[in-house]
Nanobody, 128 residues
């Protein structure tokens, strides 16, 4: 059983930056591909970014490419999401998720149902 705890959310202005963290416990972190999802009010949860077990393979939603960076530190059992040039449309609850994977360099899934564990979420609000 893996527990995930997000932190780093808050209220910022458009153009600002935030770094989200997701700390894992209770499992072998390096066995999991990790992703960030988000859910805005009245909308479905969507994939934002993902990183392979190795950290060497990443993907990004088109809406955040060039602005967000996902990374992981397997020694610290933590995955990060650096968010720059924030926009009001980035306002959402951000969730991290863990996907059990056999492949060190496997591309993380982009579908919720592919993920085994979820954090409780952290609110990010961007005022324009």
């Amino acid at each position: 059983q893996v527990q995930l705890a997000e932190s780093g959310g808050g209220l910022v202005q458009a153009g600002d930056s935030l770094r989200l963290s997701c700390a894992a416990s209770g499992g072998t972190f390096s066995n999991y591909a990790m992703s960030w999802f988000r859910q805005a009010p009245g909308k479905e949860r969507e994939s934002v970014a993902g990183v392979s077990r190795s950290g060497g393979i990443t993907y990004y939603a088109d809406s955040v490419k060039g602005r967000f960076t996902i990374s992981r530190d397997n020694a610290k059992k933590t995955v990060y999401l650096q968010m720059n040039s924030l926009k009001s449309e980035d306002t959402a609850v951000y969730y991290c998720a863990a996907q059990r994977s056999q492949y060190l360099w496997g591309i993380p899934g982009r579908v919720e149902s592919e993920y085994d564990y979820w954090g409780q979420g952290t609110q990010v609000t961007v005022s324009s």
